[in-house]
């Protein structure tokens, strides 16, 4: 904890800095500076020391000041997206207590369920980009009833994240998860996959039959793909949800439901709703927590991590086999349009040439996969283009001094993601001293831009 600006208050300050030396050493615990005015992030910076950024777990930080001192400036907001988790204002020391203490705890068992089996097993992935968002989905999984809608590329693991909303779900008569492709139901069956329907509601109605909406009571509902769900059926699943009735097709019997909804699209419903094929009031119905999930191409730190856990269930009752640097170079460069749905496609078909040795090589990649990359490695800049860089950038103001920072910097950026974030094999594919690479990414994670920065 620090303390900034005049000491008025001062003994209200040391009695709250008294309590939280006793919880510093707790992982995870809030950082708290106290100030008597905003302070701006190079302010904060220097009230910082790598080991309270960097010792061990980081520790979100949080600026206490007395109500009534936070005004609304672009520095609250630059603050935040520097990583400070708070910035709040108190009246009584108890009351920052209990706050701090609260965000603790829900901190941790967020951070608990992040590093469980049933989280790393099926959700695999250490990027922080991937963590935050896991993090968020825990969040509003555990503390609230919330409709959730997942946006992302296809291939990004929706479903896989529908259940694990579900399996985290904390009700105690929970009930089942039912899963519905809403881009095989077909309009003119009007609506029986989702409502069900009486016997002789329509010529191939032989039987009653139970709807998703009935099956997921005291459950949850998982509509993939909703935005390729027909119109005339959005203004029924509305009343569904808003009223938690329904009706069976052919029927005149109101019913009851009570489930948890997750949605999942590919699509920008937002404008789809411009282009009235998606209806406004329900989209904001299903939309309680918009969470965006991330592409492949946003957490390639991540591949190393995923080809290894893919691999593994190729071989279960075998030694899994190594992947060669090769291989590795060829997986974290080449393009994933379809996400890690294509990523572990290609490993089955990687793993389905390998025979018997310890290492997976480059003749395993089949022939169709063996694209020419446009980022290897080994195809270094041409000439002409690293001079065109070079004369744009000095044409822009830049100097000698930051170009050299810049390329360095780029360098090392490069191949940290080429070797999955290991330091260790990015300064041997660099050259350079392991340090080089360690002080470049503590620097990189200590920094606190000022406004306007990027």
Known sequence: MSISGNTTRSALIQGVAEYLETRSGLPGFPFVIFSDHLPSPSEVMTLLTEEQLLGGEKRPFIIALHPGEISHQPDCWNLLAQGVADITGWELPEELIRYLESKYRRNKEITDLLDSPVVRQNLVGDSSVWKKFLSEVIEATLFSQASMLLIGESGTGKELISRLIHTLDRRPDKKKLVIVDCTTIAPELSGSELFGHERGSYTSAVQSREGAIALANGGTLFLDEVGELPLSLQAELLRALQEGTYKKVGSNTWLRSNFRLVCATNKDLGKAVELGRFRQDLYFRIADCELHVPSLHQRREDIPLLVENFL???????????????????????????NVRELRQLIQRIALKHVDHPMITIGDIPTADRR?????????????????MLRNALLTGENWWNLKNRIAETAIQVA????????QKAAERLGVDVRTVQQYTKKMELIVSSPGTT
């Open 372 to 388: 020419p990359l446009t980022a290897s490695a080994d195809q270094p800049l041409p000439a002409d283009g690293i001079r065109t």
């Open 312 to 338: 593994a269930g190729h071989f279960p009752n075998l030694p899994c086999p190594r992947i060669h640097r090769l291989v590795m170079d060829y997986l974290l460069q080449r393009p994933y349009p379809g």
């Open 416 to 423: 940290l993601e080429l070797e999955g974030n290991n330091k």
